[in-house]
């Protein structure tokens, strides 16, 4: 169930930023933005523990920050498999949006999922 919330949390997210990036993040409509989802989380669950095992001496001089790189690979790995109805201008924008997205987990979890447990 938390794994389709997080889904459906990303593509909401997908759908604000080709809204408001317009000429940096281009999307067909909400399916697209599901499928890009569902296809990120796969990413993210097979080749991101590569990528971070290859990467682990950066991510540790880093102090962990490489990981924003590694999650901008999976956004450009998505865009490409995606196709023409998900589109990421380029590795620096995919690297912001990995930020944002971050940020926007991040409080998400902090905020409403933390207070919904806390109330049970």
Known sequence: MRWIIGC???????????????ESFYLTGFWAALQASIL?????????????????????????????????????????LMGESFEISGFGMALFFSVLMALVNLFIQKVIMDSRNSKK
């Not at 459906?8 to 317009?22: C, D, E, S």
């Not at 290859?54 to 920050?65: E, K, R, S």
């Open 8 to 22: 459906l949390i990303n593509a909401v997210l997908f759908m604000a930023f080709a809204g408001y990036f317009r």
């Open 40 to 80: 990120l989380s796969i990413l993210n669950i097979l080749v991101r523990p590569i990528l971070i095992l290859f990467t682990l001496p950066v991510t540790v001089l880093t102090m962990g920050l490489f990981l924003f790189v590694i999650n901008a690979i999976t956004l450009e790995l998505t865009d490409y």
